[in-house]
């Protein structure tokens, strides 16, 4: 017999024999309610009546099915995702809601390793953020399929992000997203950041920028860092979304600004502390700049068309320095 089921056994003879369960509970040092919980379970079933029970509950609501089981592991082991981004995934796409520690013990009691990503590089790479919205804006273009094309647009700050589809990288196809940029960013934009892609050096695209009042900065050829963030973001968009639908889809497009939405509205962003782009905003809504503010920062002066060579586009520059001199 256990010795808790002696002890208990024990309060009940002296109860038996004291008839008094006050002086019985201040020798024995309990409480009333303790006393006629056991008196009342050894009426009932004797000795046995005296063992600890079982504390589980009889009903888990939170726990998982097997059918949500075996969908956390298929997305493991298909597509890679580690447990934060499994978490976004099964909300996004099935309206499941689970915690990252229930997710975690799935994968832990499945035996599954830790996600293993290579790493060329050994020198961490420094990281830097505009510190409001519309200062900087990162555009370029990412090829999905034959004929498909993805145009994307993420503020620094926020990584807030405009997506649209095309069926080829052209000037006349970067206008008019560019329209929808300015349509859809909830804040001015200041300047816009590129890589050396020929659709971004047309006059038409220059100039609409000038139009608008937005600063044209292309990087430098063989840098894809310094445009950094809308890479890693078409990234993203290629793990999460594309390996999640059919790209010859007839709603592709409609899909796409459910995305959109989800990841301005809804998706938490590493890099904003577990913040999503449109929280990040509305924390700095009131410090972000007005259109008028922005246009009168803008000096058309400074501002000239810039070559697609960046030799050339270098040469020019210093030979107007030595012509200011």
């Given at each position: 017999m256990e010795k808790l089921q002696k002890t208990r056994l024990g309060w009940i003879k002296l109860y038996q024999e004291v008839k008094d369960a006050g002086i019985l509970c201040r020798r024995c040092g309990i409480s009333r309610p303790t006393l006629r919980k056991w008196?009342?379970?050894h009426e009932e079933k004797g000795e046995e009546g005296l063992k600890e029970l079982s504390r589980r509950p009889?009903?888990?609501?939170?726990?998982?099915?097997e059918q949500q089981e075996k969908l956390l592991l298929t997305m493991r082991n298909e597509r890679k995702l580690g447990v934060r981004r499994v978490q976004s995934e099964i909300k996004r796409l099935h309206g499941i809601s689970l915690s990252l520690a229930t997710i975690h013990k799935v994968f832990k009691n499945s035996n599954l390793p830790y996600l293993q990503k290579r790493r060329y590089y050994r020198k961490?790479?420094?990281?830097?953020?505009?510190?409001?919205?519309?200062?900087r804006v990162q555009m370029d273009v990412c090829k999905i399929a034959g004929g498909l094309y993805q145009y994307t647009a993420i503020d620094d700050c926020t990584r807030y992000k405009i997506l649209a589809l095309y069926k080829r990288r052209t000037a006349l196809n970067t206008l008019d997203f560019l329209e929808q940029v300015m349509d859809r960013m909830p804040f001015p934009i200041q300047r816009i950041q590129t890589d050396r892609g020929q659709e971004f050096?047309?006059?038409?695209?220059?100039?609409?920028?000038?139009?608008?009042?937005?600063?044209?900065?292309?990087?430098?050829?063989?840098?894809?860092?310094l445009n950094g963030k809308v890479e890693r973001s078409q990234r993203t968009d290629l793990d999460e979304f594309y390996s999640s639908i059919d790209i010859k889809s007839p709603k592709l497009i409609e899909e796409l600004g459910y995305w959109e939405q989800y990841y301005n509205w809804d998706r938490p962003h590493s890099s904003l502390e577990g913040k999503t782009p449109n929280e990040k905003y509305m924390e700095l809504i009131h410090q972000t700049l007005l259109h008028e503010e922005v246009s009168a920062k803008y000096d058309p002066s400074k501002e000239n068309i810039v070559v697609q060579s960046y030799s050339k586009n270098c040469l020019s520059q210093k030979m107007k320095f030595y012509v200011s001199l």
């Open positions: 008196v009342k379970r009889h009903t888990s609501p939170n726990k998982i099915s961490e790479a420094k990281r830097y953020n505009c510190k409001l919205p519309g200062e050096f047309a006059y038409e695209v220059q100039e609409k920028l000038m139009e608008y009042g937005i600063k044209f900065r292309p990087i430098k050829p063989a840098s894809p860092h």
